[in-house]
């Protein structure tokens, strides 16, 4: 597609499942960032792939908290057990390398644990 | 310390007039890109201008420019005209170095008046 796109728009959990989120990036971007973005703040760092290799996690708030991007393409970030801080929105963004212009975001994930 | 610091919280501006957007930054590398990005309601993050730490030049993009005062540690917004379109949070970043992962400040709410 022309942009990148996150499933579901929407989630709701009971506090305790797991959960994941699914970002799909503009074909071709090498880069792909997941950010945390809680209610009336600006998006937080989680981490950060390049292709398939994950250069930098140093965002993700806790061991219940995993990325992946196995083929270099589609990335799924899954968070066991949740609580109900992990209720945010969670951004994904692709770029080429080098991201001097910025990168393209998806329109996010809205969590609520309950 | 933060590094992106907003400190507008939510701002009014007359359709037609100009405003500006505040964003101080902290940072000893001296290499860094600057950035703004705009959030509308809808959720997704667009990205505006780019600002370049060596750039001898202000940014300009249209309706937007980037006003870059490096001694003073600033990279304030200015948009021209307002538009209704224009109300949506704003939100400053910034790159360090060879880092890919951007900081973002807390955003500014812009209210565009008809």
């Known amino acids: 597609g022309a942009g990148v796109s996150q499933s579901p728009r929407y989630k709701v959990a009971k506090r305790g499942q797991d959960v994941a989120l699914r970002c799909d990036p503009i074909?071709?971007?090498?880069?792909l960032f997941w950010y945390q973005q809680a209610l009336g703040q600006g998006p937080e760092f989680l981490t950060y792939?390049?292709?398939?290799?994950?250069?930098?996690k140093s965002g993700l708030p806790s061991d219940r908290f995993f990325a992946e991007r196995p083929e270099g393409s589609v990335s799924t970030l899954k968070i066991q057990r949740t609580q109900q801080e992990d209720s945010a929105v969670y951004l994904c963004?692709?770029?080429?390398?080098?991201?001097?212009?910025?990168?393209?975001f998806g329109s996010g994930t809205r969590l609520t644990v309950v | 310390a933060q590094k992106i610091t907003q400190t507008q919280p939510g701002m009014f501006v007359q359709e037609k007039e100009a405003v500006t957007l505040d964003c101080t930054y902290d940072?000893?590398?001296?290499?860094?890109?600057l950035f703004w990005y705009k959030q509308p309601s809808s959720g997704e993050m667009i990205f505006l201008i780019y600002?370049?730490?060596?750039?001898?030049q202000n940014a300009t993009e249209g309706r937007y420019s980037l006003n870059f005062q490096k001694a003073r540690k600033s990279a304030n917004l200015v948009i021209s005209a307002s538009q209704l379109g224009d109300s949506a949070m704003y939100f400053c970043?910034?790159?360090?170095?060879?880092?890919?992962?951007?900081?973002f400040g807390s955003g500014t709410k812009l209210n565009v008046k008809p």
């Open positions: 963004a692709s770029s080429f390398t080098g991201a001097n212009y910025g990168y393209t």
């Open positions: 074909s071709g971007h090498v880069s």
């Open positions: 792939f390049q292709n398939e290799a994950q250069l930098d």
């Open positions: 940072t000893s590398d001296p290499s860094y890109g």
């Open positions: 600002q370049g730490s060596y750039d001898q």
């Open positions: 970043a910034m790159r360090e170095g060879d880092f890919n992962k951007f900081y």
